[in-house]
């Protein structure tokens, strides 16, 4: 069964520019989390999808950023205009119902210029 | 709020030596706690949990007692490998409040052969 994936892996862009970050979680899993680490410090919770509705996105930092997930499957976060602090990992996570276990993907690394 | 404070790193030790990374915690109430390990190239991989006071977690050689007296969850493990080596994850999810996880900032650990 493949796992949580997220593209694309590494993103380059200039400040100002705008970034579309995919995460398709593992399927059937209703609960999806977005995180992300700046700068080598603690990962910070961002968002928390359950299907489609946004469950708590109180970790969202401002409203450059956007995250949807339409039909309930997989989510997208954009970030427009990006800024130079915005550089980091991007984590996505899903929550397996039985055990409560989450499940990462690999993270999107995201430079701004 | 919640918090979490991991040893920083890197930490480096040679073969067979013994690992201990910190972890202390600030939370209310009875939090679960868990770490996770990040391998190179890799996504965030559950390593093992504790959920209540006194409970022991542990997987693949590595130990965590969940102390509430001290707010501590340190991993420890008694020969470490080179394929320990990588990024080591502190975290907690309250039982009130805001049910995402909080991490710590992650210890980088290098075991050379």
């Known amino acids: 069964e493949a796992g949580v994936t997220q593209f694309p892996s590494h993103s380059v862009i200039e400040k100002g520019q705008t970034v579309t970050l995919r995460c398709d979680p593992i399927?059937?899993?209703?609960?999806l989390y977005w995180y992300r680490r700046v700068m080598g410090k603690e990962i910070k919770f961002l968002l928390h999808f359950v299907k489609e509705s946004k469950q708590d996105e109180s970790g969202m930092p401002n409203n450059r950023f956007l995250a949807e997930r339409t039909g309930g499957t997989y989510s997208t976060l954009k970030v427009q205009p990006a800024e130079l602090e915005d550089s980091g990992v991007y984590f996505c996570?899903?929550?397996?119902?039985?055990?409560?276990?989450?499940?990462f993907g690999e993270g999107s690394r995201l430079t701004v210029l | 709020g919640n918090s979490v404070t991991q040893m920083e790193g890197p930490v480096t030790l040679s073969e067979e030596a013994f690992l201990t990374i910190n972890c202390t915690y600030t939370?209310?109430?009875?939090?679960?706690l868990f770490w996770y390990v990040q391998y190179p190239g890799e996504g965030l991989q559950l390593l093992l949990k504790a959920t209540k006071a006194d409970d022991k977690g542990s997987n693949k050689g590595f130990e965590a007692t969940y102390r509430k007296e001290t707010t501590s969850f340190h991993l420890e493990k008694g020969s470490v490998q080179v394929s320990d080596s990588a990024v080591y994850f502190c975290a907690l999810r309250g039982n009130t409040g805001r049910r995402a996880l909080t991490f710590g900032s992650g210890t980088r650990l290098q075991v050379q052969p």
């Open positions: 939370a209310t109430g009875y939090p679960s």
């Open positions: 996570a899903s929550k397996e119902e039985d055990t409560g276990e989450l499940f």
């Open positions: 399927s059937g899993h209703d609960n």
